[in-house]
């Protein structure tokens, strides 16, 4: 049973940086590509960064582009998200995601297994 832990989510104030962590377990970690979504209060929940299994591919949405950075450690079966330069519209609950589809995903339907979520809280 495939189990996505996420952690380190708080209170920031804007311009602050907070890391985001998802532990995996349950099938092998480097197999599959892993996303973070965000989903604000009364929006959807939109896609935020994707890494393939490797690694060595990357893509983020244009609104946290420069700004946030998604990672990956496979020997410790965690994917993480350094986000820096926050600011108040990026206040959201993040998900993290796990994807058996090949390639670059950033549909969220695409993604089989997703976590309980951190909320991230940014002040003005």
């Known amino acids: 049973q495939v189990q996505l832990v996420e952690s380190g989510g708080g209170l920031v104030q804007a311009g602050g940086s907070l890391r985001l962590s998802c532990a995996a377990s349950g099938r092998t970690f480097s197999n599959y590509a892993m996303g973070w979504f965000r989903q604000a209060p009364g929006k959807e929940r939109e896609f935020v960064a994707a890494i393939s299994r490797a690694g060595g591919r990357i893509v983020y949405a244009d609104s946290v582009k420069g700004r946030f950075t998604i990672s990956r450690d496979n020997a410790k079966n965690t994917v993480y998200l350094q986000m820096n330069s926050l600011k108040p519209e990026d206040t959201a609950v993040y998900y993290c995601?796990?994807?058996?589809?090949?390639?670059?995903?950033?549909?969220?339907?695409?993604?089989?297994?997703w976590g309980q979520g951190t909320q991230v809280t940014v002040s003005s």
């Open positions: 995601a796990q994807t058996s589809s090949t390639g670059l995903i950033t549909t969220r339907t695409q993604f089989d297994y």
